[in-house]
C-alpha cells in the first residue's frame, strides 16, 4: 500500500482545525491534574472520622497507589487495545470510564470502596494516556510536535489549579460540612469530563493508524477533509511527493512488541524506562503526599492547602509553556537532559534547606515552584519521547509498557514511602525522600545525554520507520 498521507498531514500549516484536536484530546491531563490535586489537597481531611472515610495517613498514601496502580493496569489493557481497535474508540472509551469512577467516588462510604473507586478512576487515566499521546503525534504536523506536546502534558496543571482552587472552597467548614465538601470535589470532576465528550467525539481516527490497517480509503477520506478545511482558512496547500510503501496489518502481539523493545530498539528502551522511572518517583511522591507534609510539618489547615498548591501549579504549567519551543528549536537531546538535571539539582537544594530548618510552607512552596518549572518539562518530555521513538504499530503500547513500568516503580513506591515518613514524623525521613527523587532525575538526565534520540522536527516514520514499511 502506497501512501503520502503522514507527509501531508506533517506539510499543513497551523489551523482551527489543530487547535479543535488539542482541545479534544489534550483534556485529559486537565482530568488528571484535577483528580491529583483533589486527593492530595484533601489528604488532611480524609484522616478526619468527621470526613466519614476517617483513614490514616498511611491509608492516603495507599489511596494513591491504588489510582496508580489502576493506572498501570489500565495503560497496559487499553494500550494494547489502543494500537489494536484504534485511537479514536478507546479515548472514547476511557473518558466513559473515568465518568462513571470518579462519580462512584463522591459515594464512598468506607476505606475499601474509596480504594476500589480510585484503581478504576486510574485505569481510565491510564489508559488515556496511550489512546491520546498516538493520536495527538499522528496527527500533529512535526515541525511543532514538541512543542504542542510538552504544552499538552503540562495542561495538568491547569487542572491542579481547579482542583486547588476547588478545595479551598470545598473545605471551608463555614460553606460545606465535612463529609459533603470532598465529595463535590470529586463529582465536579465528572461535570468536566462531560463538557470533554461532547467536544472529543468530533476528533477523527488517527489517518496513520488507518492506513497501517488497510482502511486507505478512509484515511484518504478524512485527511482530504481536513485539508479541505485548512485550505478554506489558510489558502492553498504544497503538493508532496514524499511517499509511504507499507504491508498493511491488523495489529501485532506481545512477542513482536517484545523482539522490537529488546533487540531492534534496546538503547531506546533503557532511555524510556529511565526517564519515566525518574519523573514518576519525583511526582507521585510529593504530589500525593504534600497536603501531609503541609499540615504536619508547617500547621498548614487542611482548607488552606490548595493556596499552597496553586504557585505549584502555575509553575509546573509555565515550564512547559515557557520551555516547549526550545525542544524543537535547540533539539531533543540538549533540552530533556538539561531539563532533568536542573530539576534534580534544585530539588537537592530544596531537600537540604528542608532539612536544616531554614524553610517554612511557603518558602518551602517557592523551592517547588522552581524544582517543577523543569520537571514539568522533563516529564512531559518523557511521554513525548516515548511516543517518537517507537514505531507506529507499537507506539501505543510502547507509551502503556514505559508509562506502567516508569509509574509502578516511582509511582506506587513513592506515595507508600513518603506515606510513611510522614508517619515517621523526622524532617530527616522526608528530605531523605527529596535526594532519592533528585537522584533519579540526575540519573535519567545523563542518560538521555548518552543514548538520547534527535527526533525535533523530524517526521515520526524518520525517527522510527514502521515495522511493515516495503523498502
Given at each position: 500500500?502506497?501512501?503520502?498521507?503522514?507527509?501531508?498531514?506533517?506539510?499543513?500549516?497551523?489551523?482551527?482545525?489543530?487547535?479543535?484536536?488539542?482541545?479534544?484530546?489534550?483534556?485529559?491531563?486537565?482530568?488528571?491534574?484535577?483528580?491529583?490535586?483533589?486527593?492530595?489537597?484533601?489528604?488532611?481531611?480524609?484522616t478526619q472520622p468527621a470526613s466519614g472515610l476517617g483513614l490514616t495517613a498511611t491509608q492516603v498514601g495507599g489511596a494513591a497507589s491504588a489510582y496508580v496502580m489502576g493506572a498501570v493496569l489500565g495503560a497496559i489493557f487499553f494500550g494494547y487495545l489502543t494500537d489494536r481497535l484504534g485511537r479514536k474508540r478507546m479515548f472514547l472509551t476511557t473518558l466513559?470510564?473515568?465518568?462513571?469512577?470518579?462519580?462512584?467516588?463522591?459515594?464512598?462510604?468506607?476505606?475499601?470502596?474509596?480504594?476500589?473507586?480510585?484503581?478504576?478512576?486510574?485505569?481510565?487515566?491510564?489508559?488515556?494516556?496511550?489512546?491520546?499521546?498516538?493520536?495527538?503525534?499522528?496527527?500533529?504536523?512535526?515541525?511543532?510536535?514538541?512543542?504542542?506536546?510538552?504544552?499538552?502534558?503540562?495542561?495538568?496543571?491547569?487542572?491542579?489549579?481547579?482542583?486547588?482552587?476547588?478545595?479551598?472552597?470545598?473545605?471551608?467548614?463555614?460553606?460545606?460540612a465535612p463529609n459533603l465538601g470532598w465529595r463535590l470535589a470529586f463529582a465536579l470532576g465528572a461535570v468536566l469530563g462531560i463538557a470533554i465528550v461532547l467536544v472529543r467525539r468530533h476528533v477523527p481516527e488517527s489517518p496513520r493508524w488507518l492506513f497501517l490497517h488497510g482502511r486507505l480509503a478512509e484515511a484518504e477520506y478524512i485527511v482530504g477533509a481536513?485539508?479541505?478545511?485548512?485550505?478554506?482558512?489558510?489558502?492553498?496547500?504544497?503538493?508532496?511527493?514524499?511517499?509511504?510503501?507499507?504491508?498493511?496489518?491488523?495489529?501485532?502481539?506481545?512477542?513482536?512488541?517484545?523482539?522490537?523493545?529488546?533487540?531492534?530498539?534496546?538503547?531506546?528502551?533503557?532511555?524510556?524506562?529511565?526517564?519515566?522511572?525518574?519523573?514518576?518517583?519525583?511526582?507521585?511522591?510529593?504530589?500525593?503526599?504534600?497536603?501531609?507534609?503541609?499540615?504536619?510539618?508547617?500547621?498548614?489547615?487542611?482548607?488552606?492547602?490548595?493556596?499552597?498548591?496553586?504557585?505549584?501549579?502555575?509553575?509546573?504549567?509555565?515550564?512547559?509553556?515557557?520551555?516547549?519551543?526550545?525542544?524543537?528549536?535547540?533539539?531533543?537531546?540538549?533540552?530533556?537532559?538539561?531539563?532533568?538535571?536542573?530539576?534534580?539539582?534544585?530539588?537537592?537544594?530544596?531537600?537540604?534547606?528542608?532539612?536544616?530548618?531554614?524553610?517554612?510552607?511557603?518558602?518551602?512552596?517557592?523551592?517547588?515552584?522552581?524544582?517543577?518549572?523543569?520537571?514539568?518539562?522533563?516529564?512531559?518530555?518523557?511521554?513525548?519521547?516515548?511516543?517518537?521513538?517507537?514505531?507506529?504499530?507499537?507506539?501505543?503500547?510502547?507509551?502503556?509498557?514505559?508509562?506502567?513500568?516508569?509509574?509502578?516503580?516511582?509511582?506506587?513506591?513513592?506515595?507508600?514511602?513518603?506515606?510513611?515518613?510522614?508517619?515517621?514524623?523526622?524532617?530527616?525521613?522526608?528530605?531523605?525522600?527529596?535526594?532519592?527523587?533528585?537522584?533519579?532525575?540526575?540519573?535519567?538526565?545523563?542518560?538521555?545525554?548518552?543514548?538520547?534520540?534527535?527526533?525535533?522536527?523530524?517526521?515520526?516514520?524518520?525517527?522510527?520507520?514502521?515495522?511493515?514499511?516495503?523498502?
Amino acid at each position: 500500500m502506497r501512501t503520502n498521507i503522514p507527509a501531508r498531514l506533517d506539510r499543513l500549516p497551523w489551523s482551527s482545525w489543530h487547535w479543535r484536536v488539542l482541545l479534544g484530546l489534550g483534556t485529559v491531563w486537565i482530568l488528571d491534574g484535577l483528580e491529583v490535586t483533589i486527593v492530595g489537597s484533601l489528604g488532611d481531611r480524609l484522616t478526619q472520622p468527621a470526613s466519614g472515610l476517617g483513614l490514616t495517613a498511611t491509608q492516603v498514601g495507599g489511596a494513591a497507589s491504588a489510582y496508580v496502580m489502576g493506572a498501570v493496569l489500565g495503560a497496559i489493557f487499553f494500550g494494547y487495545l489502543t494500537d489494536r481497535l484504534g485511537r479514536k474508540r478507546m479515548f472514547l472509551t476511557t473518558l466513559m470510564l473515568y465518568l462513571a469512577a470518579t462519580v462512584s467516588t463522591s459515594l464512598a462510604t468506607s476505606a475499601a470502596f474509596f480504594f476500589v473507586c480510585r484503581f478504576f478512576t486510574g485505569a481510565a487515566i491510564g489508559g488515556e494516556y496511550s489512546a491520546i499521546n498516538s493520536a495527538i503525534d499522528e496527527l500533529i504536523p512535526a515541525r511543532v510536535r514538541g512543542t504542542v506536546d510538552l504544552i499538552v502534558n503540562g495542561s495538568f496543571w491547569i487542572g491542579a489549579m481547579a482542583g486547588a482552587s476547588l478545595s479551598i472552597v470545598l473545605l471551608d467548614p463555614a460553606r460545606f460540612a465535612p463529609n459533603l465538601g470532598w465529595r463535590l470535589a470529586f463529582a465536579l470532576g465528572a461535570v468536566l469530563g462531560i463538557a470533554i465528550v461532547l467536544v472529543r467525539r468530533h476528533v477523527p481516527e488517527s489517518p496513520r493508524w488507518l492506513f497501517l490497517h488497510g482502511r486507505l480509503a478512509e484515511a484518504e477520506y478524512i485527511v482530504g477533509a481536513i485539508e479541505a478545511r485548512v485550505a478554506h482558512e489558510k489558502g492553498a496547500l504544497a503538493e508532496v511527493d514524499h511517499f509511504l510503501v507499507v504491508e498493511p496489518t491488523e495489529s501485532v502481539g506481545p512477542a513482536v512488541l517484545a523482539r522490537t523493545l529488546l533487540r531492534t530498539y534496546p538503547k531506546r528502551t533503557v532511555l524510556g524506562l529511565s526517564l519515566f522511572i525518574g519523573q514518576a518517583f519525583l511526582y507521585n511522591a510529593i504530589f500525593f503526599t504534600q497536603a501531609l507534609v503541609l499540615s504536619k510539618f508547617f500547621g498548614v489547615k487542611d482548607a488552606r492547602v490548595g493556596l499552597f498548591i496553586i504557585p505549584l501549579a502555575l509553575g509546573n504549567f509555565l515550564g512547559p509553556l515557557l520551555l516547549g519551543t526550545l525542544f524543537d528549536r535547540i533539539g531533543r537531546k540538549v533540552m530533556i537532559a538539561a531539563s532533568f538535571i536542573a530539576a534534580g539539582g534544585f530539588l537537592i537544594g530544596t531537600g537540604m534547606l528542608f532539612q536544616w530548618g531554614l524553610l517554612g510552607a511557603t518558602t518551602l512552596t517557592l523551592g517547588w515552584v522552581v524544582v517543577f518549572f523543569f520537571a514539568s518539562a522533563a516529564a512531559s518530555a518523557a511521554y513525548l519521547t516515548v511516543s517518537e521513538i517507537f514505531p507506529m504499530e507499537i507506539r501505543a503500547m510502547a507509551i502503556a509498557l514505559f508509562y506502567a513500568v516508569g509509574t509502578g516503580i516511582g509511582g506506587i513506591a513513592g506515595p507508600l514511602l513518603f506515606g510513611l515518613a510522614i508517619e515517621i514524623g523526622t524532617v530527616k525521613a522526608i528530605a531523605g525522600g527529596y535526594y532519592l527523587g533528585a537522584i533519579l532525575m540526575i540519573l535519567a538526565g545523563l542518560v538521555e545525554c548518552a543514548l538520547g534520540v534527535e527526533a525535533a522536527r523530524k517526521p515520526l516514520e524518520q525517527v522510527a520507520p514502521p515495522l511493515s514499511e516495503v523498502r
